[in-house]
Each structure stands twice: as C-alpha cells, then as structure tokens.
C-alpha cells in the first residue's frame, strides 16, 4: 500500500535526499494544495524526520512519534518531504518514505462527521450543522504571539455547504477571508488566503478534535 500511495500522488521528485543516510536539499513549502495528502508516521517506536536541510550536516533532527500526522509535498527516492504536525511544533520537513501510510478517509462524509471543535496548538475552529438544509456554521480564533506583549489575533463566522470532504468559505466583507478545509479521517487540513486576521495569524496546517 505504501508503494502504491506515494506513485499515486503524482508529485515530482526532486534532487538531494535519495539514497542518503538524511536529506541533503531544504524541503520546499509553499502552502497547502485544495487536495491535500495526508499521511502518519507509521513506526511502531518513536523515529526521526529532519528540518531545515541545505546540506546533510545542516539538517536538524525532530523525534516524531507513531501517528503524527504529515501532509505529503514531494517523494524523493528513499526521503518523503511534507509538513510535519507534532505537539511542539510543525513545519515542512523530510520522513522516510517507508515510514509514514496514508490516512483512510470518507470522499463523502456525512455532514455530521464534520461537526465539533477542532484544534490547532492553542487555536479552535469550531464547527455546528446550521439551520439551512446541507450547510454547516463555522467560527474560528487564532492568535499570533510576537516579541513581548504583542499578540496578533484572528477569527471567522459564517456557513458553508461542504462539497465531498472539502469545504470552502468565503466570509462576507470587502477584505474577504478565505478557508479552505478537507476533511481526513479524523483530522481537519486547513489553508487560508492570509486575510483573516492580523499579521501571521493562519488558519492553516493539521486540525484535530480538541479534547474536552
């Protein structure tokens, strides 16, 4: 199943990790596709992927553990890059290949399996089944926290109808915030249009339910 997962997603190989002891090449990012891939570390034991990549040496080692969640960018040869979502942070990165299988996921889940609160380190998406047929209430908050005092903050509300295991909402306004959620299994992988809150305040990476 991994060999056919990873020649599924049709994503280019790049230069710098195959065959290598650790990559050797930075793992691009440039945001989340409207189709993401969502993969899990699939180890038994804890394993190590690596960030910041110019060269072997520069690579910096990150323990992730069985389960973490890893949205799939780019296969190179023994070396997956993708952004890695763990408790102490998140950001593109590289997993061996033959460590991470995909997520099972419903393509057209009930809107029911959309519903509850859905959390991003300290930051919350909840989301309700709205009163008009086929369409769900939305209300997110997400913070920035900068140098000091200065904390950027962030938030939606508004109703969108999911098409398949995606959503895409539009709030109302001249200076329209955008967010885009695919559903997978039981994560949330959320993209923003940056304009939905202050500066660095995103509604973006890997959401799971938050726990009561």
């Known amino acids: 199943m991994k060999a056919s997962f990873l020649a599924a997603i049709c994503i280019a190989t790049i230069p ?40 072997a040496k520069d690579c910096l080692p990150a323990k992730l553990a069985p389960g973490d969640p890893f949205v799939v960018f780019q296969v190179a040869g023994d070396w997956t890059c993708g952004y890695i979502s763990q408790a102490k942070g998140a950001g593109p990165g590289w997993v061996r290949s033959k460590e991470i299988r995909p997520v099972p996921f419903d393509a057209a889940p009930a809107p029911e399996a959309w519903v509850g609160t859905w959390a991003n380190g300290p930051d919350r998406i909840q989301v309700q089944t709205a009163k008009a047929a086929g369409k769900l209430e939305l209300h997110g908050e997400a913070s920035w926290q900068g140098h000091g005092d200065v904390v950027h903050t962030g938030e939606f509300t508004g109703e969108a109808a999911p098409n ?11 200076e329209s915030c955008t967010v885009d959620l695919t559903l997978i299994g039981n994560y949330l992988v959320a993209n923003d249009n940056d304009r939905c809150g202050g500066a660095n305040v995103r509604f973006w990476g890997v959401w799971t339910r938050a726990r009561k």
């Open 164 to 174: 398949g295991n995606h959503l895409h909402f539009v709030e109302d306004g001249a």
């Open 16 to 55: 710098g990790a195959a065959g290598q002891d650790r990559p050797t090449s930075p793992c691009p990012f440039d945001g989340f596709s409207a189709n993401p891939k969502l993969a899990e570390i699939a180890t038994a034991k804890s394993t190590t992927g690596y960030f910041g990549c110019q060269s």
